[in-house]
């Protein structure tokens, strides 16, 4: 697709390089040892005092450049502790789909009038991470379902089921389009053929998460669609099709560098 990834740290070129062997990183990793570009971009951690050790760091986030060097996007959270994962990024702002895993394949399901698939935007995911649950919908020639907005009719919805091991965003619909009912004399936002509904949700921390996994360390997300599809001469009775998104849980890698590697304290 032509994307390029680096990332930028405060860390030695020594530090990085223990780090990208050991973790297997081939991606480029860019010492900023003096913070001078993490102040250029207006993120140095200011809350962090000028004595601590990890002064220099910067508010965690992502920016995603255009060819010329252009900001064009960015993904930054009010708590460090919560991250956008590449994959997440890459499906909202890109449309492209996670890489195909056995944690994160495509679950097909057959409801009545539709066709769904839901997918993950990654596999293997940390507590505090940010992920985005895609739901692909097909319909049949001459079905069409209600936008949200619709008024005087069921629009379809995607609700997540509350729990404490994760916080869901608003589902993003798609923009729709608009369709005149000829035997009403009515025009209104729809959606025909197929479509797909992105849900971010931010898992929670390693407390939260933790009492929620199975022995493999996985994390069941449920929810469910809510849509009531429609011909040209009749609506069909509503329906409400069960969803669910299995991501695995991996605990925090806190593997520290030789002592004679880390910061010191000023």
């Known amino acids: 697709m032509g994307l390029g990834l680096i990332t930028v740290s405060y860390d030695s070129p020594a530090v990085l390089k223990k780090f990208a062997d050991r973790a297997h990183i081939s991606f480029s990793l860019l010492s900023d040892p003096d913070s001078a570009v993490i102040r250029k971009y207006g ?8 004595n601590n050790a990890f ?4 508010h965690p986030g992502t920016y995603i450049l255009d060819r010329n060097g252009t ?3 960015k993904f930054f959270q009010e708590d460090y502790r919560v991250r956008d994962t590449s994959a997440s990024i890459l499906l909202r702002q890109f449309g492209l789909k996670s890489i195909q895993t056995q944690s994160a394949a495509e679950q097909a399901i057959t409801a ?9 935007s990654g596999a293997d995911l940390r507590p505090g991470q940010r992920v985005t649950l895609s739901l692909d919908v097909t319909l049949p020639k001459r079905i069409h379902v209600y936008a949200p907005g619709v008024q005087g009719y069921k629009a379809v919805a995607l609700k997540i089921n509350d729990s404490p091991g994760y916080r869901p965003d608003a589902p993003v619909f798609p923009n729709s389009k608009t369709i005149r009912l000829a035997a009403i004399h009515e025009t209104v936002p729809a959606y025909e053929g197929r479509f797909r509904v992105l849900q971010t949700v931010t898992l929670g921390n390693a407390q ?3 009492p929620l996994l199975d022995k493999e360390r996985q994390l069941v997300i449920e929810g469910e669609f809510l849509y009531q599809a429609c011909d040209h001469r009749e609506c069909f009775i509503p329906e409400t099709v069960p969803l669910r998104w299995v991501v695995k849980v991996s605990p925090f890698d806190q593997t520290r560098v030789p002592a004679d590697m880390q910061r010191q304290t000023p």
């Open 112 to 120: 009545k009038h539709a066709a769904l698939v839901t997918q993950v």
């Open 208 to 210: 939260q998460v933790k």
């Open 55 to 58: 002064f220099g760091i910067p």
């Open 43 to 50: 993120i140095l951690n200011e809350t962090v005092a000028r």
């Open 71 to 73: 900001v064009t996007a």
